[in-house]
């Protein structure tokens, strides 16, 4: 499969980096009307891909059947924009979309370990 580097469109700067986080696209829909706020939504025949900050996969495991590609470079050829952000930032929050792509998929959330602890408790 080629991979395309989703491209914002301007004005939008991708300040804090650019990856993206798809979902195959019988959850597209569902997870774009569950999120308080979204930025860009790029989509094909088969996947819905959303911006986020560049490595928003940190001490995340993004639940399958989603798939997380870093420099927002997806496996897909036939992208386009199906929804620009709902301000003038190009990152849909990553924190709620993962809380949301794990209750979609029936996935519990699973942070690495030692994230929330309280340290030299």
């Known amino acids: 499969m080629r991979m395309t580097r ?4 301007p004005p939008l700067e991708p300040s804090l980096g650019c990856d993206a986080v798809g979902v195959p696209v019988r959850y597209g829909f569902r997870l774009l ?3 308080p706020r979204s930025g860009c939504v790029f989509a094909d025949t088969d996947w819905w891909w959303w911006i986020v900050p560049a ?3 940190a001490e995340l495991t993004w639940p399958l059947p989603s798939h997380y590609a870093r420099g927002a470079y997806v496996p897909a050829t036939s992208l386009r924009l199906i929804r ?3 301000d003038n930032s190009p990152y849909t929050p990553p924190i709620p979309l993962y809380l949301m792509a794990c209750q979609l998929t029936g996935t519990a959330p699973l942070w690495a370990a030692g994230v929330g602890s ?3 408790a």
């Open 6 to 9: 989703l491209v914002l469109p």
């Open 33 to 35: 009307s569950r999120m």
């Open 84 to 86: 620009p952000p709902d």
């Open 55 to 57: 490595g928003s996969d």
């Open 118 to 120: 309280a340290r030299g």
